[in-house]
DNA sequence: TGTTGGCACTCTCGGCCCGAGAGTGCTGAA
DNA sequence: TTCAGCACTCTCGGGCCGAGAGTGCCAACA
């Protein structure tokens, strides 16, 4: 596409953005091409149209980018926006201030995410293929009922209630923490797989079979930690007025289980992924841009965070602010060792 | 108040709460009052409405219910309704099916809450105002950390990563874990607090500081968990058709500090509290009713589930099935221990 | 050939009017 | 005290209209 078709499509977007609406020829020309006459400017808007990568809502009115507008901008057009140093800091002081629990940091990370980029945030827990077992640790509830705690890799604590056929006393049960603890410590998932099969029937056969099972629900991401914050920020925007369209999207937001599979889905094994309007599977999310990122304390355990927000959405803004909490949480997980 | 007067308020909040349109004397007559005369019904509504229980939102409207309007209704007039026994099913097994963890069993409260009553729900995790210390553990991370595991009463797990100035093994962190495990194990924090107090410098003296800190933590409430769902059910209420008053709503939902605060003084000691419209001391609330209840395994733990509507809710219905969640999910966290 | 000023055309938007309809309050009679 | 009758008030939706914004096209020009 020659230069002077990008720079007024980029025009158009920029301008679009920030103002929500259409954009003639007329404002492009004083603000952006003074050196063209606004004709001109008409006669390649008129052609941008035809390519497809702009419409408009009625015959007179200006231009608004179409989804596939946004894609050739943000594929081709868009240039990194520099942060500016209060946002920066902001981002640093929240995540440096979570506490030092991956529920407690994934919240953080969400509030940050739509704070900065004002739009709705999404972000789930850092999750690995797979599992190492760090510490474990058997408490007695009840003659018979035993409570399992567990310490996987990345200090994720679970807990399980365990009813037992045979009655053990704490000391007992501390005696065969701390033989598990020597033998599966450190170890990956299959080791205490391993250690289930070899064992014959018995207190300690049922405990490794939880153990098991914790750790294959762990790996499978079955159990998910999903949240989303910051849906106060779409009311904001004149695409939400009418309830319909917010109702839309809350209905992704807070179904968990769906938005849980829609995010593995989309980031698959890409570290930026960017989702525009018809582009999206989910028939809730047509008109909505979905921005995602991966973050995490390390390559094998890599959690998501994203934004949601309509496709008028400053885009490079968004895509800056989000690696950068991005970016941080990943610093403080690995700081903390969570 | 005459009978009738109470009955014809009755009907109007009835019929209002499931039509949203203001009622007329008309509708009144073939609906509830066949035996009287229109003539009859509009000179008892217009003493409703010199009385402050009703208002008509134009000279030529039928009557809407005030806010002292519903709480004469709800003081007075409101009658139990009987649970289907399909949402009395679906309310247990939403219950009995939650894993046996306090975050995930606030966060099913939630839902639950506010699938039963359609309208948008919080909950908030039970908080006892003094802790016990079940069990704790310690486990060696690198030379110079360690991580800190804390069962307190009600499973509640929590964890701290600790930086120590001397180096310590897994083999002296697990004694000394058995140790104070057996000085503090189902003492209560005061307890801890002696025994911090009577320590010398030292490895043990910097791990109870920890353990007194998350104590305090715990029981003044700071640590605070507050989740909140179903925003999309009010999406689909006419009071909520502009964006401007979700927002309000979604202001006070998504500021979870504040939130937490609110609940914790709405609740107060009392079982059931509903709050109507400009009762409400949060401006952002005005219009919107609140009901609220408590739930918990014990008397010492209390949590709060709720419910955030338009005033014009079906408080009876709203009411009942909310208890029947908390029941539910006291039973429920009885049950696990939890 | 690309650019430009001029111009007719189209469409939205807000304001206005108006009639239908709903519901009221009042009044006088039973 | 109840009720039928009636005049009155107000909203709501539809239709109309003029202002304004923006377009596409065309002919002229460099």
């Known amino acids: 596409m020659e230069n002077r078709k990008q720079a007024i499509l980029r025009a158009v977007v920029k301008e679009f953005t920030t103002s929500a609406v259409p954009v003639g020829s007329q404002a492009l020309q004083t603000r952006y091409f003074v050196n063209l006459s606004s004709a001109t400017i008409r006669s390649e808007l008129a052609d941008l149209s035809d390519l497809g990568y702009l419409t408009q809502p009625h015959t007179s009115a200006g231009r608004v980018p179409t989804d596939s507008g946004y894609r050739y901008f943000v594929d081709f057009l868009m240039d990194v926006e520099p942060i500016p140093e209060r946002v920066k800091a902001f981002i640093q002081d929240e995540l440096r201030g979570a506490p030092p629990d991956v529920q407690a940091i994934v919240e953080r ?165 960017i989702v525009i309007g018809s582009e999206n599977t989910s028939s809730q999310l047509q008109g909505c841009a979905v921005v995602l990122t991966s973050y995490g304390p390390s390559d094998r355990l890599k959690g998501v965070v994203g934004v949601i927000g309509p496709t008028r959405m400053a885009y490079s803004q968004t895509v800056a602010r989000l690696q950068a909490v991005a970016r941080g949480a990943s610093e403080r997980m690995n700081e903390l060792g969570v």
Chains 1, 2 share one sequence.
């Open 109 to 273: 990370v969400a509030m940050t995410a739509a704070s900065v980029t004002q739009n709705a945030s999404v972000a789930s827990a850092p999750q690995g293929s797979r599992a190492k077992i760090k510490h474990l640790d058997l408490v007695s509830l009840e003659p018979k009922e035993v409570l399992l705690i567990l310490l996987l890799e990345g200090n994720l604590l679970r807990q399980q209630v365990l009813n037992t056929t045979e009655a053990a006393t704490q000391a007992q049960l501390t005696k065969l923490a701390a033989r598990l603890n020597s033998t599966l410590g450190g170890r990956a998932s299959e080791e205490a797989r391993r250690h289930y099969d070899s064992l014959a029937l018995g207190l300690e056969k049922e405990l490794m079979g939880r153990v098991v099972a914790v750790l294959d629900l762990y790996e499978k991401g079955s159990e998910s930690l999903v949240v989303h914050d910051g849906v106060r920020n779409l009311l904001r925007q004149p695409e939400f007025a009418e309830s319909s369209r917010l109702h839309q999207v809350l209905e992704v937001l807070e179904e968990t289980r769906y938005l849980t599979l829609l995010l593995r889905q989309l980031i698959g094994d890409s570290d930026l992924q």
